[in-house]
Every structure is written in structure tokens, then in C-alpha cells.
């Protein structure tokens, strides 16, 4: 990991995707093939089917609501200043001040008796902390992001 590069591109995907959607009015629908044709003006090897498994895990993970039908797609389940990076980071990479960051295996040996584990979860509940603080409106208020008026996904 890179100093700095705290998440993973799945995260990053979803935060931007997130902001995206937060940009919209409430209640209009954001499909993937629209989300995709966006990401890619950020990062132009956006691959759509890794978006759409992200997508589909912010869904699962009830961040996002699925829309099925023709005129179907994806929208936000709460307000964007009601969804934040922790909801965020913790679905998506597993984040957990209760399992030790630092055990080899599943299990940590020491368990409670570990001064190392109290002061690392301590500080993971800090971060975890500042992260409920960021919400996704928030961070959408920091980028300007063009919706298109009328998207029609190009075939293939």
C-alpha cells in the first residue's frame, strides 16, 4: 500500500459513484451502463462489470436500492447526507476494530491481554469515528460532476 492509498479501488469506486447519484434529484434513477459512461471520463479504464459488482454490493449492503424493469436502475436508500464513509469503508473493506489488525491468523493468541490491540482498536474507533463525521453529500459538494439530461447507453 502506498503512503496515502488507505482504500481499495472498490471503495473508491463506490465513493464516486455515490457522489454521482447524490448529485441527481431525489427519486431519479442511475443505471450502471450511465455510471460507467461517467467513470470512465474520471478513470478510462473503468471496467463496467467490476463497477456493476461494486454497484450491486452497495445494494446488498443497503446503501443503495436496485429498481428492476425497463426503466430501471439504482438509487440512494436514505438521503446522501445520511450516508457516510464509514457506512461506506466498513461495508466494503471489511473494516472492524473488534478483530486485531495485527494477528497472522483468525485468532489472536494474546486476546484481552493485549496492550497492542487496545491501543490500535482505540485508534481505529478514532477513524472510524472521523468517517461517520464525512457524509457522501459532503464530498459531492467538493466535485463538480456533469449529469448528462438524456444518457442512452451505447450498445457493446
Known amino acids: 500500500m502506498a503512503i496515502g492509498q488507505l482504500y481499495s479501488q472498490r471503495t473508491g469506486y463506490a465513493v464516486h459513484a ?5 448529485k441527481k434529484p431525489p427519486g ?14 474520471i478513470w478510462p479504464t473503468t471496467s463496467q462489470t467490476y463497477l456493476s459488482n461494486v454497484i450491486q454490493r452497495l445494494a446488498r449492503g443497503g446503501i443503495l436500492q436496485s429498481h428492476r424493469g425497463v426503466l430501471g436502475g439504482y438509487s440512494l436508500t436514505r438521503p446522501a447526507e445520511e450516508i457516510t464513509l464509514r457506512d461506506v469503508v466498513t461495508l466494503l473493506e471489511g473494516v472492524s ?7 497472522l491468523g483468525s485468532d489472536c493468541p494474546v486476546q484481552a491481554n493485549c496492550g497492542i ?11 472510524l469515528k472521523l468517517l461517520g463525521q464525512t457524509s457522501i453529500a459532503s464530498l459531492a459538494q467538493e466535485i463538480e460532476i456533469l449529469i448528462p439530461q438524456d444518457f442512452s447507453p451505447q450498445p457493446g
Open 18 to 22: 455515490l457522489c454521482y447519484m447524490a
Open 28 to 41: 431519479v434513477l442511475t443505471t450502471a451502463p450511465e455510471l460507467a459512461a461517467w467513470m470512465k471520463r
Open 97 to 103: 476494530p473488534a478483530r486485531c489488525g495485527l494477528a
Open 117 to 127: 490491540k487496545k491501543k490500535l482498536w482505540e485508534l481505529e474507533e478514532s477513524y
